[in-house]
């Protein structure tokens, strides 16, 4: 299984961007498909999830409201719609695969198969 997350740049603050992430390899069970960020020095954090079961969604709080996750489904893509950026949001963007239940989406533990990332740089 590979991930592979495209679609970062270069935006000004209160801009937009559409990240995706695109599976390809063999077919694998999993929970849904997340993504999470890792700005200079600090550690990897959680963004967003979907899960397969529903379409259930979650987001963190710092992104609620500006973020939108969803799923093409003819590509076997998850993409990331980010609007009003902010030169916080700045960071490397990563998708994973829960491969746990959904009940633990938000531990990066629970993830498998990461992308190679793509930067946002958003600024001010």
């Known amino acids: 299984v590979q991930l592979q997350a495209s679609g970062g740049g270069l935006v000004q603050a209160g801009g937009s961007l559409r990240l995706s992430c695109a599976a390809s390899g063999r077919t694998f069970s999993s929970y849904g498909r997340g993504w999470f960020r890792q700005a200079p020095g600090k550690e990897r954090e959680f963004v967003a999830v979907?899960?397969?079961?529903?379409?259930?969604?979650d987001y963190a709080d710092s992104v609620k409201g500006r973020f939108t996750i969803g799923r093409d489904n003819a590509k076997n893509t998850v993409y990331l719609q980010m609007n009003s950026l902010k030169s916080e949001d700045t960071a490397v963007y990563y998708c994973a695969v829960l491969t746990k239940e959904w009940r633990l989406r938000f531990d990066l533990r629970q993830y498998a198969y990461w992308g190679q990332g793509t930067l946002v740089t958003v600024s001010s």
């Open positions: 979907l899960g397969w079961n529903g379409g259930s969604t």
